[in-house]
């Protein structure tokens, strides 16, 4: 499959210590599906500089487009944005435009814009804004990396703005068939199938119902006729 590559970097501690669940790499997947874009890799790292740094560095060289999510907020742990600096060997620091947005915000809802709160605005050079519509302080992309709020509301809005803005591919389709067998059994069939559809994704996932062991066959592709055609003959490994 040719279509375009994404990843998707989980930034915070809060994700890798149980205290919150990731919403937001289901979430871009769904959408990205949508846009024949296939999100290829995820990675989730902590609130540790020179490990987001790799971890831009290398998916950003690994695929073609990169989101991030977390990190971007106005504590002292919140440290993408310099972090994405770092990777790029861009300088960062508030923004004319980025603190306007700022302003305007505590303006209108009555807060100050402290210190802390101008964190928000500090934006790496050569970077272009992402509009975010729910709290104002925004994301950002440099390069091929788009810099995301952890928030889920937050983050699926910048990802709704963003989508636009990439070139997409044939959208990804997907077919689905339950089969009372269990893996093992048909595991071999299976493979046949793959290597006679070499520009489909077949995925096995086994269940245990009612005491009975079976498996889900799940075929994924741009093509529609081959995928119909695969479908056919993964109905013809039912018992």
Known sequence: MGNPTAAMLVIGDEILSGRTRDTNTNHLAKELSTRGIRLCEARVVADDQDAIVAAVNALRAAYDTVFTSGGIGPTHDDITADA???????SIDVRDDARAILEAHYQRTGFELNEMRLRMAR????????DNPISAAPGFTLGNVHVMAGVPAIFEAMVASVLPTLTGGDPL???MIDIDRGEGEIAGK?????????????G??????????????VVRGTDAGQLDRAMVELAALAP
Not at 123 to 130: K, M, V, Y
């Open 173 to 175: 389709l997907s077919q």
């Open 84 to 90: 994405v600096a770092g990777a790029f060997g861009a």
């Open 123 to 130: 934006i790496p050079e050569g970077a272009t804004l992402i």
């Open 204 to 217: 096995s996932y086994p269940y245990q119902r009612n005491g009975a062991y079976g498996t889900q066959l």
């Open 190 to 202: 299976l493979k046949a199938l793959a290597e006679k559809f070499p520009d489909l994704s077949f």
